[in-house]
């Protein structure tokens, strides 16, 4: 007979979570107050980068994981994952700790005729695209093709689920705050534009950060249905309404990694709470699993995590 388990959170960390688990024999069950559709995870893009994850070190094992397994996700039309290029201008070559995450291959420094004229240095990489519209409906017909079952409930308190003594994986991004009282977590607030797809644009960012408060970041992520246009990184602000004098910020400094967003048509703004922590925490104690705090980079880091808590799982109860 199959082992039961529970998750906590239906974004990309629970959702991915429970489908490591049920391809290693676990019956899963989600618990979750939101639809995968209404949480922080629908609202990034979302692209390979390791932005603002930590520890550095881990980051890189679990972003290296990750991107092997979207890759092999990428043979399949129905998930939403495609292997693009994306050119990452960079300040400091030697801030680019993240490059140790992706395999050989995959990246190269870029010409200068790939370099947008604004700046000096790039890296040329190819990296999975996440198209979060379509994924996570894709994990949830996976989740659900296996058996799992999801209960749209809010869990109040987490010794209701943990006192049966079977294991739980908590899932929960910033819910964590509540749930376990964890104070080290801190949202860190992204904007968004989602314009009309611009043709001929590819991926693009800056891996540095632009303004005085050092809040402004500068991307373009296209994908089928819009390209995205970012963003911000404001850490502690818990404001979710989209600002308009940001929208016009976005669109200047993304115009510097390409011209082609001067023709952008604006259909959307959105606004998530990344979230923050000074390290991921994944982590057991007892039969409860912590993983959540993925900061920037929760779909960059997730099947490396999700493989993680089966590890720490595996031999239960012991
Ligand atoms: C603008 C923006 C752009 C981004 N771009 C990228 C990108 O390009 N690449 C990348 O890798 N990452 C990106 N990210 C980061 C990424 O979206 C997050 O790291 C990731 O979504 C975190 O996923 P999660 O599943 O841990 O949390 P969430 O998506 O927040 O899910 C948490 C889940 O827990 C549930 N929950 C919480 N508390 C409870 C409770 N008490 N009871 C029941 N359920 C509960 C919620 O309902 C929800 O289902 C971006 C984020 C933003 C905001």
């Not at 050989?104 to 999975?128: K, L, N």
């Not at 952008?264 to 039969?287: D, F, H, K, S, Y």
Request: glycine residues 10%; charged residues 20%; hydrophobic residues 40%.
């Amino acid at each position: 007979m199959k082992q039961a388990v529970s998750i906590i959170g239906c974004g990309v960390s629970g959702l991915t979570t429970a489908v490591v688990l049920q391809r290693q024999g676990w019956e899963a069950t989600i618990y979750t107050d939101q639809a995968p559709e209404e949480t922080v995870s629908a609202v990034a893009a979302a692209i390979w980068f390791p932005y603002e994850v930590h520890p550095q070190e881990k980051a890189n094992v679990w972003s290296l994981a990750s991107y092997l397994e979207f890759e092999e996700l990428s043979k399949d039309p129905a998930s939403g994952v495609s292997m693009v290029p994306l050119t990452v201008i960079v300040r400091d070559e030697a801030d680019a700790w993240w490059t140790a995450g992706l395999p050989g291959h995959a990246i190269r420094q870029a010409r200068p005729e790939e370099v947008p004229s604004a700046y000096s240095f790039a890296y040329r990489m190819t990296v999975p695209l996440i198209e979060t519209q379509l994924y996570l409906p894709y994990l949830l017909r996976e989740f659900r093709g296996a058996g799992g079952l999801l209960v749209n409930q809010k869990v109040d308190n987490i010794k209701n689920l943990t006192i049966k003594n079977l294991p739980v994986v908590n899932c929960t991004g910033m819910g964590a705050k509540e749930l376990v009282g964890d104070s080290s977590l801190y949202p860190i607030r992204g904007q968004i534009l989602k314009a009309e797809p611009i043709a001929g644009i590819e991926a693009m960012s800056a891996d540095f950060t632009f303004g005085d408060a050092g809040e402004e970041l500068a991307y373009i992520i296209p994908r089928r249905d819009c390209t995205v246009l970012g963003g911000t990184t404001g850490k502690g602000d818990y404001d979710l309404q989209p600002d308009e004098a940001t929208n016009q910020g976005i669109l200047a400094r993304c115009s510097t990694l390409s011209p082609l967003v001067k023709d952008a048509r604006i259909q959307a703004t959105a606004v998530g709470l990344r979230p923050g922590r000074p390290e991921i925490r994944l982590e057991r104690e007892g039969n409860l699993v912590h993983n959540y705090g993925h900061g920037g980079g929760g779909y960059t880091v997730s099947w490396g995590c999700a493989y993680e808590v089966a590890n720490l799982l595996k031999g239960f109860p012991s």
